[in-house]
């Protein structure tokens, strides 16, 4: 497992450590499941593929392969479903 070392405000670091106590848990494996929910997030996962050029939507020959594909006939209305 990497090390991480960070400061928190003090405000924060209480709070940590109050809801750290509530639930029975170490301060570390508080933060540590903290820093998993946040690296897991839909919305995390997305700026990390975009940052990469990754992400279909970031993609130029994404939109033109979306906007061929809307002018096509074989779609489906939504009123047929």
Known sequence: MGKLTIDLPELISRRLAA???AKGATV???AIQCVEEFAAAPST???ILKARGL???ASPRF???FDRA???KAWTAL???
Do not use: F, V
């Open 19 to 21: 809801l750290a106590y």
């Open 28 to 30: 570390e494996a508080l």
């Open 45 to 47: 996962r997305q700026a």
């Open 55 to 57: 992400l279909l939507s």
């Open 63 to 65: 939109w033109k392969l």
């Open 70 to 72: 809307a002018k096509s």
């Open 79 to 81: 009123e047929d479903l």
